[in-house]
């Protein structure tokens, strides 16, 4: 059987010094390069071709006034040659490891299981070297079938079978490095899409469907209709603090918001997250059934809280989401934190911020926190509500967090935990 051929494709700017690590770290096994320029102002051009000349790599170079993602992804798949019969998809601030290439080699040869195209397992590294966000998996190997991409930033093809490794299987695929955290350049600085909300709202639909994906047995319920529509006020909170504003200062892509009740929280962050172009997704974690706080607190105490089910505070909580018009940015869901961080470590989901509101004794509190420090990414931040240092409300809550973490900051009656 006949080794298969694989080109590379790739969109440029600006980054051909770059694009040379890239181009390297796969160059055993590609037969033809197929790169758009989109507008480069410096020697990137020159710097590719005379490159991939040098290691005998047949190639074309196209210039093209860039317009969205999609157009040039789509142009430079246009410009593969019909005899070739994959396409591996990257970024020139990422490489595949030269010890990957026999599990990219034997997807090849085995057809991709009879599939059109297949998720890649992506490690971002930041500046000291250290993983996060993994796996962000990314659709990077297709079938040479013509495939369109569509979408301004985030840009996705349509109309194929795409194999997606579940959890514990990511060892079995080829993993690829990301490097943008630790390179920037001006094309990064500048990318002119996440200026427009309308740019990011594409953005978190695209996101939070990959997420949905990769959870597999989530449905999104905001693609159904509401059953009900409650009158019900949102309870007051401090959630308009300034830990959730410095937020949206870090390039976070994955938020557990645990402890939801009608979405006050998650309003607030998911605002924050528009406020400053973030594509984030907020998984709303919550049984939606109150809490024994609410109940023996006589200044908080109502009927209305004892009588209000379950299937009450979560039709709240979707409907007061949906008239906010933030749905492209949450996820529901229903179930206690226990068990939903049982889920997520089955999954292999890991979070960049975590924010924790759910249990009010002690022991709550110490096994929630027992149960999600674990899936916070290093260089992640856990935010715990309800920590006053007068000691006067919520006394359980401040002794946990003092007995679990050696060193945090609070401020306003939130606490802060970044892990190292």
């Known amino acids: 059987m006949e080794k298969p051929l694989l080109a590379l494709s790739f969109i440029v700017k600006n980054e051909g010094k770059y694009a040379l690590d890239m181009i390297d770290s796969v160059s055993s096994i590609i037969a033809y390069a197929c790169v758009v320029d989109t507008g480069s102002t410096d020697e990137s051009i020159t710097l590719i071709h005379d490159f991939l000349l040098a290691r005998n790599i047949g190639h074309e170079i196209i210039t093209t006034e860039f317009k969205s993602f999609s157009d040039a992804?789509?142009?430079?798949i246009n410009i593969v040659p019909s005899y070739l019969d994959y396409i591996l998809i990257l970024d020139c601030d990422e490489e595949i490891p030269r010890d990957q290439h026999e599990l990219l080699l034997g997807l090849m040869n085995n057809s991709i299981n009879g599939y059109?195209?297949?998720?890649?397992?992506r490690v971002n590294l930041v500046d000291n070297g250290t993983p996060f966000l993994y796996?962000?998996?990314?659709?990077?190997?297709?079938k040479n079938k013509g495939f369109l991409y569509f979408g301004d930033v985030h840009e996705m093809p349509q109309g194929g079978e795409w194999l997606m490794p579940s959890s514990g299987q990511f060892e079995k695929f080829p993993h690829i490095y990301h490097y943008k955290y630790i390179r920037k350049t001006s094309y990064e600085l500048n990318e002119r899409e996440y200026q427009y909300q309308s740019i990011y709202r594409k953005h978190a639909v695209v996101r939070k469907k990959s997420i949905i994906k990769v959870l597999e047995s989530i449905a999104d319920p905001f693609s159904k209709e509401l059953i009900k529509n409650l009158?019900?006020?949102m309870q007051y909170s401090n959630c308009a603090h300034l830990y959730f504003k410095e937020v949206v200062e870090k390039d976070i892509k994955l938020i557990a918001n645990i402890g939801c009740k009608e979405g006050l929280s998650t309003i607030l962050l998911?605002?924050?997250l528009i406020m400053h172009g973030k594509d984030s997704t907020i998984i709303a974690i919550d049984t939606w059934l109150g809490s024994f706080y609410k109940l023996i607190n006589e200044d908080t105490i109502s009927c209305d809280d004892i009588n209000i089910n379950a299937e009450d505070f979560y039709s709240q909580f979707l409907e007061n989401i949906k008239n906010k018009n933030l749905t492209e940015w949450v996820l529901p869901l229903a179930l206690d934190p226990h068990n939903a961080s049982i889920f997520f470590k089955n999954r292999g989901i890991y979070f960049d911020l975590i924010n924790l509101d759910f249990s009010h004794d002690y022991n709550g509190v110490i096994s929630d926190l027992n149960d999600w420090w674990p899936l916070l990414n290093s260089g992640g931040e856990l935010i715990g509500a309800n920590y006053h240092e007068d000691n006067i409300a919520c006394p359980d809550i401040k002794r946990a967090y003092d007995d679990f973490f050696e060193e945090f900051e609070s401020l306003e009656g939130k606490c802060r935990i970044k892990k190292m």
């Open 270 to 272: 998911a605002e924050q």
């Open 73 to 76: 992804r789509n142009k430079s």
């Open 135 to 142: 796996p962000d998996l990314q659709l990077r190997l297709l």
């Open 116 to 121: 059109d195209g297949c998720y890649f397992p």
């Open 231 to 233: 009158q019900t006020e």
